[in-house]
């Protein structure tokens, strides 16, 4: 069991070489044998040294005393085995009703909000196994989801790993038995208000009727199409920012112009990736949203401003050429860290770091690739920008100025920019002003210094005395990516 789980994280690049990796602990079978074998696997002397496990629980308040419980169980179990545990409890009934969901989809939601927000950028392991595989591609083919959702669970989806996708749920509980670990028994497994439990203890047996090996044959078919959605994932991923003109943490911004030059399959594809990013990793489209937005890109920038109001809050507004969607979250229900207003972080180069109070993760690396020196020792910059991967997110710099490490942090009062090709320095504040960033999206912009000086705004301005030049001999990539 533990080589079969290590050789399947290796299989697939799951663990970073070194860091902290958050791992989602509910108490039951599944997540506690995760959490045994994480614990045997990581940390120094063990097969994967440089990864440092965090427990993460989420008391959902459904079960009353018996939520209680499990959040003491697994507090208990993170302090006998010697790792830092964070333990959060909310009103999951409340937020479905504030939220408009579901009492499933609401929990689903929190519980992926809390566990970003313990991350800050790092990997989240959670305990999926094979029988949620089957159990959530059947899901998906009730709901119609389409081609993304068919694959089902993958083992990396963006920041969340699901080692134990290579096992069953009779092995984790045969490992728990073999380890003499305890899991606890959650009621709400049996409860037949909740689609997935319906699936498992009503629809799966009666398809084992009639195909004995149903479960298999949907594995199988999983497999084939994981394939056909990874390649789409690479063709978003290689148009992403060609299209997506800003992206903040409520609000991404599309231009209709360079979405509708692409085919249709990748313009629904793009779209979803934005609601999802906006709605906790999951986009609540359905094909008939995807129409009217299309409906209404067609009638083109000559009609007057409209704003279509979408399901989970998601309001997608039209005007001239800019498509804008937008959520109103509602934090007042949902657990968060608090950051002192003046929190910054230090960022080596190389090396990565979440942005304090955003939902931001920023990176600096040193530029080896001999043809790029080579070229920017000619001042060859059509060659340079051919050869390098730019656009709002993903910047260049001359590290000269930098040295070895960069602070970054968000605005404050009286920060100023030098911005490219400008002799004099600029509020930044007049630069957020001009380049008509939304007012409630000011505070959330990751600022890169060098010592005391501001060199990039992401997504927005680079400063001038870190352009690249002739003279460059070192050249830093600076980047920032949405943690979730």
Same mark, same amino acid.
């Given at each position: 069991?533990?080589?079969?789980?290590?050789?399947?994280?290796?299989?697939?690049?799951?663990?970073?070489?070194?860091?902290?990796?958050?791992?989602?602990?509910?108490?039951?079978?599944?997540?506690?044998?995760?959490?045994?074998?994480?614990?045997?696997?990581?940390?120094?002397?063990?097969?994967?040294?440089?990864?440092?496990?965090?427990?993460?629980?989420?008391?959902?308040?459904?079960?009353?005393?018996?939520?209680?419980?499990?959040?003491?169980?697994?507090?208990?179990?993170?302090?006998?085995?010697?790792?830092?545990?964070?333990?959060?409890?909310?009103?999951?009934?409340?937020?479905?009703?504030?939220?408009?969901?579901?009492?499933?989809?609401?929990?689903?939601?929190?519980?992926?909000?809390?566990?970003?927000?313990?991350?800050?950028?790092?990997?989240?392991?959670?305990?999926?196994?094979?029988?949620?595989?089957?159990?959530?591609?059947?899901?998906?083919?009730?709901?119609?989801?389409?081609?993304?959702?068919?694959?089902?669970?993958?083992?990396?989806?963006?920041?969340?790993?699901?080692?134990?996708?290579?096992?069953?749920?009779?092995?984790?509980?045969?490992?728990?038995?073999?380890?003499?670990?305890?899991?606890?028994?959650?009621?709400?497994?049996?409860?037949? $208000?909740? %689609?997935?439990?319906?699936?498992?203890?009503?629809? =799966?047996? /009666?398809? #084992? &009727? !009639?195909?004995?090996?149903?479960?298999?044959?949907?594995?199988?078919?999983?497999?084939?199409?994981?394939?056909?959605?990874?390649?789409?994932?690479?063709?978003?991923?290689?148009?992403?920012?060609?299209?997506?003109?800003?992206?903040?943490?409520?609000?991404?911004?599309?231009?209709?112009?360079?979405?509708?030059?692409?085919?249709?399959?990748?313009?629904?594809?793009?779209?979803?990736?934005?609601?999802?990013?906006?709605?906790?990793?999951?986009?609540?489209?359905?094909?008939?949203?995807?129409?009217?937005?299309?409906?209404?890109?067609?009638?083109?920038?000559?009609?007057?401003? $409209?704003? %279509?109001?979408?399901?989970?809050?998601?309001?997608? =507004?039209? /005007?001239? #050429? &800019? !498509?804008?969607?937008?959520?109103?979250?509602?934090?007042?229900?949902?657990?968060?860290?608090?950051?002192?207003?003046?929190?910054?972080?230090?960022?080596?180069?190389?090396?990565?770091?979440?942005?304090?109070?955003?939902?931001?993760?920023?990176?600096?690396?040193?530029?080896?690739?001999?043809?790029?020196?080579?070229?920017?020792?000619?001042?060859?910059?059509?060659?340079?920008?051919?050869?390098?991967?730019?656009?709002?997110?993903?910047?260049?710099?001359?590290?000269?100025?930098?040295?070895?490490?960069?602070?970054?942090?968000?605005?404050?009062?009286?920060?100023?920019?030098?911005?490219?090709?400008?002799?004099?320095?600029?509020?930044?504040?007049?630069?957020?002003?001009?380049?008509?960033?939304?007012?409630?999206?000011?505070?959330?912009?990751?600022?890169?210094?060098?010592?005391?000086?501001?060199?990039?705004?992401?997504?927005?301005?680079?400063?001038?005395?870190?352009?690249?030049?002739?003279?460059?001999?070192?050249?830093?990539?600076?980047?920032?990516?949405?943690?979730?």
């Amino acid at each position: 069991m533990l080589e079969t789980i290590a050789t399947y994280i290796e299989q697939h690049q799951l663990l970073p070489e070194q860091g902290s990796l958050i791992v989602a602990v509910s108490g039951g079978a599944d997540s506690l044998c995760l959490l045994h074998v994480l614990h045997r696997l990581c940390g120094p002397g063990k097969r994967f040294p440089g990864v440092c496990l965090h427990v993460a629980h989420l008391n959902h308040q459904l079960r009353g005393a018996d939520s209680e419980h499990d959040a003491q169980e697994v507090a208990r179990i993170a302090s006998v085995w010697g790792l830092p545990a964070t333990i959060e409890r909310i009103d999951v009934i409340a937020l479905a009703q504030q939220e408009k969901r579901s009492l499933e989809d609401a929990a689903r939601t929190a519980r992926y909000r809390f566990l970003r927000q313990v991350a800050q950028g790092q990997p989240i392991a959670v305990a999926h196994q094979q029988d949620d595989q089957v159990e959530t591609l059947i899901l998906h083919w009730l709901r119609g989801g389409g081609i993304d959702s068919t694959p089902g669970l993958q083992p990396r989806q963006h920041d969340i790993i699901r080692p134990l996708l290579v096992v069953t749920r009779a092995d984790t509980l045969a490992y728990c038995r073999q380890q003499q670990l305890v899991p606890q028994e959650d009621a709400s497994n049996v409860d037949m $208000r909740f %689609l997935r439990n319906r699936i498992r203890h009503e629809l =799966l047996p /009666t398809l #084992e &009727t !009639l195909n004995p090996g149903i479960r298999e044959t949907l594995l199988r078919s999983a497999e084939v199409l994981r394939v056909d959605a990874e390649w789409i994932e690479q063709q978003v991923d290689q148009h992403w920012f060609q299209v997506v003109t800003a992206q903040y943490e409520q609000t991404i911004t599309l231009s209709t112009t360079r979405l509708c030059a692409l085919p249709l399959s990748l313009q629904r594809h793009i779209i979803r990736r934005a609601t999802a990013q906006l709605n906790a990793g999951q986009s609540p489209l359905e094909l008939r949203h995807h129409q009217i937005i299309e409906e209404l890109i067609q009638q083109g920038p000559q009609s007057s401003q $409209r704003t %279509l109001h979408m399901p989970q809050q998601i309001d997608a =507004l039209l /005007t001239g #050429e &800019t !498509l804008v969607f937008t959520r109103a979250h509602e934090r007042k229900h949902v657990p968060h860290i608090v950051y002192h207003q003046h929190a910054e972080a230090m960022l080596r180069i190389p090396g990565q770091i979440a942005v304090p109070g955003t939902a931001w993760l920023a990176s600096a690396a040193v530029v080896e690739d001999m043809q790029v020196q080579k070229a920017l020792r000619n001042a060859d910059w059509e060659t340079v920008w051919r050869l390098l991967q730019h656009n709002n997110y993903v910047v260049y710099i001359d590290g000269g100025l930098p040295g070895d490490k960069l602070v970054v942090r968000t605005r404050r009062p009286g920060d100023r920019l030098q911005p490219l090709g400008m002799v004099h320095e600029k509020k930044v504040q007049d630069i957020l002003v001009d380049r008509h960033v939304p007012r409630n999206e000011r505070d959330q912009i990751p600022l890169f210094f060098a010592h005391t000086h501001c060199i990039w705004l992401a997504g927005i301005q680079i400063a001038e005395p870190v352009r690249l030049t002739r003279n460059t001999r070192r050249l830093v990539r600076l980047a920032v990516h949405p943690i979730s």
